[in-house]
């Protein structure tokens, strides 16, 4: 069945988990490779430290020089209130991630934002020319859609990849047993569906 065969108020009583997993995850898996820049999705604080522990891994790994969490949102945090690009910046800093090889990006409100102000930055800040490939960094449930908003709006001289860890909680194997991250998960599916009828997303098999 593809995604938009599916009637969208019917994703949470009538898929499996399976097909949700399906849906949401797909089949990614690490390229291995090496980007200039890993962009860090911002979104809920709660999700924040493990998707800074993700690309602080990357940085660690030798396989990015610079990491651009990026969003504009303010939250209430156990730190604080601050954006959601300055959390991840304070998580990075206490993974061992130098200042110099943090890129804030601080306006950003929405996924879509999150590329195009990025791209601004790496143009101003570091000659977006000579770059070849950024890695997407957020949490695994999130990951499908905005490789989808990359593939629109990052700029067709950049390569780009994902890159996650999906042991996280909303991982394929973790979210089912979490109310929070089943109800992130299956806003997802619906965020897909709407992505796909819109012409955004390319059809799921499912």
């Known amino acids: 069945m593809k995604l938009s065969q599916l009637n969208a108020e019917k994703i949470r009583t009538e ?12 089949e990614w898996t690490d390229d291995g490779d090496t980007a200039d820049v890993a962009i860090l999705l911002g979104g809920n604080p709660i999700v924040l430290p493990d998707r800074a522990r993700a690309a602080a891994k990357l940085w660690k790994e030798g396989r990015v020089n610079y990491i651009m969490p990026t969003g504009g949102v303010m939250w209430d945090s156990d730190r604080g209130r601050m954006s959601e690009a300055e959390y991840m910046a304070l998580c990075l800093k206490e993974e061992g991630i130098p200042e110099d090889a943090i890129l804030l990006e ?37 990951l499908r859609r905005s490789l989808d908003y990359a593939r629109i709006y990052l700029p067709r ?19 089912p047993s979490d109310p929070f991250y089943a109800n992130r998960v299956y806003r997802e599916a619906e965020l897909l569906h709407t992505s796909v009828t819109r012409g955004w997303t390319a059809d799921i098999e499912f």
């Open 15 to 26: 898929l499996t988990v399976e097909e949700v997993n399906r849906i949401v995850f797909g």
């Open 106 to 142: 601080n306006d950003a409100r929405t996924t879509h934002e999150n590329m195009v102000l990025c791209t601004l930055l790496m143009m101003r800040v570091l000659k977006l020319k000579t770059l070849r490939k950024v890695y997407v960094v957020t949490s695994p449930s999130h």
């Open 157 to 175: 001289v950049l390569e780009y990849a994902g890159y996650t860890d999906l042991n996280m909680p909303d991982g394929p194997e973790n979210w």
